[in-house]
């Protein structure tokens, strides 16, 4: 199957199409179905071949040189309906922040996007905009995530924000997931565009929760070829620990890949694996327990 992505707007996520039989490249305009009307949309990124059993709808034509004048018309109405909008939500003193706006390729709907504290009472504002535009108007209340999404950016690693390039929905973000990855608790490094956690901290989630599985925890003791210590720290990414080694004169770290400890520390991780209390109630080389054997709440 023959599928390319596509945009109908500047931002906002991709649309799957097949498009056996057509010849596209980055930029060019197509005509496609949408659950509304016939919409024009741009190629996104270049066409690729996917073994899917997806019901992948396709596309129509390719857009014709009177359809994309007629597209860039309505961006030049967008733009007029923005700002006609503004004046009149000030002329009704409403609160509310005006997002964007988009026709539909039949310019027989108008909906405006905006965002706001709370609810906001604007049945007198749609009587306005569709005395103005002489079309069926619709106001949508958006969140700052779904703004960002709308209006798109460069996220702070430097590429497209993920809401706006591949993201169909949003999954919970929360501060526990920053602090198994081991982040400082910092809103300007953990908050995106839209002034939210990073939807980028839920993608790494399965491989920290499989590393927390497999390795130890800071405080656990491990054995190590040159003798037994304590985990001050673990790098979860690398799969590294770092093991303090105290002794009469001296205290010492050194590193270690936790490859080179597992086949040593085998019957801990088993143990941590099946939910057990694992490297916390593991004994010394005296016999001795390190810790209480107390589960940390």
């Not at 009177?66 to 961006?75: G, P, S, V």
């Not at 027989?108 to 504002?125: M, N």
């Not at 040593?264 to 080389?285: E, I, Q, T, V, W």
Request: proline letters at 2%; a negative charge; glycine letters at 8%.
């Amino acid at each position: 199957m023959k599928i390319v992505n596509l945009r109908t707007r500047d931002a906002g996520v991709t649309l799957r199409y097949r498009c056996e039989g057509f010849s596209l490249s980055l930029g060019d305009a197509v005509i496609i179905d949408t659950e509304a009307c016939e919409e024009i949309a741009f190629v996104a990124q270049e066409a690729y071949v996917e073994d899917s059993k997806e019901d992948i709808p396709s596309i129509k034509r390719l857009a014709s040189d009177k359809e994309l004048e007629k597209y860039y018309d309505i961006c030049a109405k967008e733009k007029d309906a923005f700002f006609k909008c503004k004046e009149l939500i000030a002329a009704r003193n409403i609160e509310m922040n005006l997002v964007d706006c988009e026709y539909s390729f039949d310019l027989r709907k108008l909906t405006f996007y905006f965002t706001a504290d709370g609810r906001v009472d604007f049945r007198e504002l749609v009587k306005d905009l569709a005395y103005a535009f002489r079309t069926r108007i619709e106001l949508r209340q958006i969140g700052s995530r779904d703004q960002a999404k709308l209006v798109g950016g460069i996220g702070m690693c430097g590429r497209e924000l993920c809401c706006c390039s591949f993201l169909n929905k949003f999954a919970p973000v929360n501060l526990k997931l920053a602090r198994s990855q081991g982040l400082s608790l910092n809103p300007g490094k953990l908050n995106g565009a839209c002034g939210r956690l990073m939807c980028c901290l839920q993608f790494e989630k399965e491989a920290y929760d499989d590393a927390h599985r497999r390795l130890p925890e800071p405080g656990a003791r491990v054995r190590t070829p040159v003798g037994m210590g304590v985990v001050t720290d673990v790098n979860y990414i690398e799969e590294t620990l770092s093991v303090k080694f105290v002794s009469e004169n001296d205290t010492e770290i050194n590193k270690f890949n936790w490859a080179e400890l597992e086949d040593l520390n085998r019957d801990m991780s088993k143990r941590n694996a099946s939910g057990g209390s694992g490297f916390k109630d593991y004994p010394d080389m005296n016999g001795s327990y390190g810790d209480s054997g107390e589960e940390e709440g």
